[in-house]
């Protein structure tokens, strides 16, 4: 599939490339997510709050592909944010994946109002050191709440998985993570769907032979980025996987960099979102 791995900072690698199981129904999900690994997907990213994690461990198990070769990401909700809590829903997790461990296991949003992320953080600490999480990072975190986390527990996420498409580029917060060797995990790839008739995009597209999709995802990998498209249609699964053998000029990249917009944002802001 040529999906190619990037390091992150506990050692570990993580696909470039990932299926996103959101609004994926549970009974629905076995079927979509063993189309995902036969396209060539290694990674899934689910979440306690998608109601489809059984149907993720279900399709886990029913596939011929090793379990150690797929890499496997939940979260954990805002209601249970917290030292104990967090602990209890993680194990809630496993039971409902079926699996003694996950790659990778984000706290969704930081919910400042609740002002229990850095508790949360020090339980995610806790479940990579005891092996059970291979890997642990957040999701929706500006640069505030990374850094109070860090100074207060010494630990670094690996990764921060946030909103992040052409028309939502977050350049500020991607330079945060550079400096502080966090890898950026891009939800809302394709901006979901909403700019893939900009003409900027139709127009690359068609030069490489590729639809905009594809253009979009290749920008991501150029930039270093973690993506994890979503589509429930097997042609789309596919296509989206397919942009380890084209590159980007230099002119391309730069045209898709202006399409960014300082309305762009089409999920809810971090730094009320609760
Ligand atoms: P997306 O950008 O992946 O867009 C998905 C939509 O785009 C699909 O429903 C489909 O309508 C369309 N699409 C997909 N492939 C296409 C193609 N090749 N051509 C044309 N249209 C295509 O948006 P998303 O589903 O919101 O996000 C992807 C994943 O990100 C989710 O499944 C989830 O795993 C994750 N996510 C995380 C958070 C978070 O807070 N951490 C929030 C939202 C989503």
């Known amino acids: 599939n040529g999906v190619t791995r990037i390091a992150l900072n506990d050692g570990n690698g993580i696909p470039q490339l990932g299926f996103g199981v959101y609004q994926l129904p549970?009974?629905?999900?076995?079927?979509?997510?063993?189309?995902?690994?036969?396209?060539?997907?290694?990674?899934?990213?689910?979440?306690?709050?998608?109601?489809?994690?059984?149907?993720?461990?279900?399709?886990?198990?029913?596939?011929?592909?090793?379990?150690?070769?797929i890499f496997v990401t939940t979260k954990l909700w805002n209601d249970r944010q917290g030292y104990d809590t967090t602990l209890t829903a993680f194990d809630e997790s496993l039971a409902r994946l079926g699996l003694e461990t996950v790659d990778l296991y984000l706290i969704h949003w930081p919910c400042p109002q609740k002002d229990s992320y850095v508790d949360t953080w020090r339980a995610l600490a806790r479940l990579k050191q005891e092996g059970r999480a291979r890997s642990i990072g957040v999701s929706n975190f500006t640069a505030e709440h990374l850094e109070r986390a860090i100074a207060e527990t010494g630990v670094t996420p690996a990764v921060n998985q946030i909103e992040l498409h052409p028309h939502f580029q977050q350049r500020a917060l991607r330079e945060v993570h550079g400096r502080l060797g966090i890898v950026t995990e891009a939800w809302s790839p394709l901006g979901q769907a909403k700019a893939l008739n900009d003409p900027v995009l139709t127009e690359i597209?068609?030069?490489?032979?590729?639809?905009?999709?594809?253009?979009?995802?290749?920008?991501?990998?150029?930039?270093?980025?973690?993506?994890?498209?979503?589509?429930?249609?097997?042609?789309?699964?596919?296509?989206?996987?397919?942009?380890?053998?084209?590159?980007?000029?230099?002119?391309?990249?730069?045209?898709?960099?202006?399409?960014?917009?300082s309305s762009g944002r089409i999920g809810p802001d971090p730094a009320s979102f609760s």
């Open 26 to 69: 549970d009974a629905e999900t076995p079927a979509i997510v063993g189309s995902a690994l036969e396209a060539g997907y290694r990674s899934i990213d689910t979440a306690a709050i998608y109601g489809n994690e059984a149907g993720v461990g279900r399709a886990l198990r029913e596939t011929a592909i090793p379990r150690e070769t």
């Open 205 to 261: 597209a068609r030069r490489h032979g590729r639809g905009p999709a594809q253009i979009v995802l290749r920008w991501h990998i150029e930039n270093g980025h973690v993506a994890i498209p979503k589509s429930a249609t097997p042609s789309r699964i596919a296509e989206n996987v397919a942009v380890f053998d084209f590159s980007l000029t230099p002119e391309d990249r730069a045209a898709i960099d202006g399409l960014d917009r």
